[in-house]
T-cell receptor, first 114, second 114 residues
Framework: NAGVTQTPKFQVLKTGQSMTLQCAQD?????MYWYRQDPGMGLRLIYY???????DKGEVPNGYNVSRLNKREFSLRLESAAPSQTSVYFC?????????????FGDGTRLSIL | GENVEQHPSTLSVQEGDSAVIKCTYS??????FPWYKQELGKRPQLIID?????GEKKDQRIAVTLNKTAKHFSLHITETQPEDSAVYFC?????????????FGKGTHLIIQP
């Protein structure tokens, strides 16, 4: 039982490059989330998906796009990476669709933009 | 939207003593309050949560209290041990209809002194 799996674990990009962060969960959860974590800032929600086929913006969506490919997978795309997007990115999932269930996090993707 | 304030940012206690971390929230409609523990370089992990219809919840050495009137909630760790050293995050969510994710506090770095 892997829980929430994120790939890659580390990535270095040049400014202007694009990439997609992958996330998959095997807990049959309805809701999935993308957060970024910066030093001293806690975790901030980028996008979320309450169910397959739906996505919504969180607190800091600018510069990102997401796709809920199916119930298991939720990807985050940076179309044109900027140094301000250097961060640790966490994917999470939870049962239900109301957000008031425990969230299970992946191990994170450490992304550096040069 | 919701705003969560967390204090202190750093807390150092002697092993065996108690630690208390406090959070306030702004949205009176918030009704789910989880606490996450994050060790260095690891994923956040849920340690305890409380819902707005309960004033206190306890799990072994960990307890959470909620004061809805004052809009604050606290994490209490008794008989602290070295393995309690980590960053702790409080969070809150409003059941506004839809999994709009959690709003996190900025974290408390708990240091257990031997």
């Amino acid at each position: 039982n892997a829980g929430v799996t994120q790939t890659p674990k580390f990535q270095v990009l040049k400014t202007g490059q694009s990439m997609t962060l992958q996330c998959a969960q095997d807990m049959n959860h309805n809701s999935m989330y993308w957060y970024r974590q910066d030093p001293g800032m806690g975790l901030r929600l980028i996008y979320y998906s309450a169910s397959e086929g739906t996505t919504d913006k969180g607190e800091v969506p600018n510069g990102y796009n997401v796709s809920r490919l199916n119930k298991r997978e939720f990807s985050l795309r940076l179309e044109s990476a900027a140094p301000s997007q250097t961060s640790v990115y966490f994917c999470a999932s939870s049962a239900g669709t109301g957000g008031d269930q425990p969230q299970h996090f992946g191990d994170g993707t450490r992304l550096s933009i040069l | 939207g919701e705003n969560v304030e967390q204090h202190p940012s750093t807390l150092s206690v002697q092993e065996g003593d108690s630690a208390v971390i406090k959070c306030t929230y702004s949205d009176s409609a918030s009704n789910y309050f989880p606490w996450y523990k994050q060790e260095l370089g690891k994923r956040p992990q849920l340690i305890i949560d409380i819902r707005s219809n309960v004033g206190e919840k306890k799990d072994q050495r960990i307890a959470v209290t909620l004061n809805k009137t004052a809009k604050h909630f606290s994490l209490h760790i008794t008989e602290t041990q070295p393995e309690d050293s980590a960053v702790y995050f409080c969070a809150a969510i409003s059941m506004g209809g839809g999994a709009d994710g959690l709003t996190f506090g900025k974290g408390t770095h708990l240091i257990i002194q031997p």
